[in-house]
């Protein structure tokens, strides 16, 4: 069974920064997109950015020139730096990864969230 560890949430200060990472493992023979969404109490789960596997990246307006998604193919891992946060980016993220496993079925999968808390 694919799984998807995040890591890296917590509770920071407006303007600071956190990095959030994303590591796929078990049964994978090969990964297509990676990427990163966020939902807020109330809100629907929304993207936050996304990455193919050869390295293009597509993101949300509001988290352009501040958030950057980076991946290791090496590791599997998937990971968003996130700067200059503000109480609007306080949510749970998700990571999401559309792969293929080792029996050949192409599916995605997500993690189980992390909580990132801005406070003003």
């Known amino acids: 069974q694919v799984q998807l560890v995040e890591s890296g949430g917590g509770l920071v200060q407006a303007g600071g920064s956190l990095r959030l990472s994303c590591a796929a493992s078990r049964n994978i023979f090969s990964i297509n997109t990676m990427g990163w969404y966020r939902q807020a109490p109330g809100k629907q789960r929304e993207l936050v950015a996304v990455?193919?596997?050869?390295?293009?990246?597509d993101y949300a307006d509001s988290v352009k020139g501040r958030f950057t998604i980076s991946r290791d193919n090496t590791k599997n891992t998937v990971y968003l730096q996130m700067n200059s946060l503000k109480p609007e980016d306080t949510a749970v993220y998700f990571c999401?990864?559309?792969?293929?496993?080792?029996?050949?079925?192409?599916?995605?999968?997500w993690g189980q969230g992390t909580q990132v808390t801005v406070s003003s």
């Open positions: 999401k990864a559309t792969l293929v496993d080792v029996v050949g079925v192409g599916r995605e999968y």
């Open positions: 990455i193919g596997s050869g390295g293009s990246r």
